[in-house]
Nanobody
Framework: QVQLVESGGGLVQPGGSLIVSCTAS????????MGWYRQTPGNQRELVAA???????TYADSVKGRFTISRNNARNAVYLQMSSLKPEDSAVYYC?????????WGKGTLVTVSS
């Protein structure tokens, strides 16, 4: 099994910055993708940013130029640096890891953008 733990969420003012982190542990042997999704009440979970195996990161149009995803393969970790945050960025942010054809999810970390 694989476990994902997110951290770094919290309350931030509009225009502010925040970094969320995700570390994976357990039986990890072939990661094909790892990234961040977010979800608000009543809505589907949506892609924010993710790495696929050997490729450049993919970003949602709504966060391009404001968010940056990075990773540390040695630590099985992925990070999301969020800048110029807007109230509509408020959501629970989830980390996802895909190993071969199985997806693993963290429990999420809440990000609230409000004055």
């Amino acid at each position: 099994q694989v476990q994902l733990v997110e951290s770094g969420g919290g309350l931030v003012q509009p225009g502010g910055s925040l970094i969320v982190s995700c570390t994976a542990s357990g039986r990890i042997f072939s990661v094909s993708a790892m990234g961040w999704y977010r979800q608000t009440p009543g809505n589907q979970r949506e892609l924010v940013a993710a790495f696929a195996s050997g490729g450049s990161p993919t970003y949602a149009d709504s966060v391009k130029g404001r968010f940056t995803i990075s990773r540390n393969n040695a630590r099985n970790a992925v990070y999301l640096q969020m800048s110029s945050l807007k109230p509509e960025d408020s959501a629970v942010y989830y980390c996802k890891l895909r190993q071969i054809t199985t997806d693993y999810w963290g429990k999420g970390t809440l990000v609230t953008v409000s004055s």
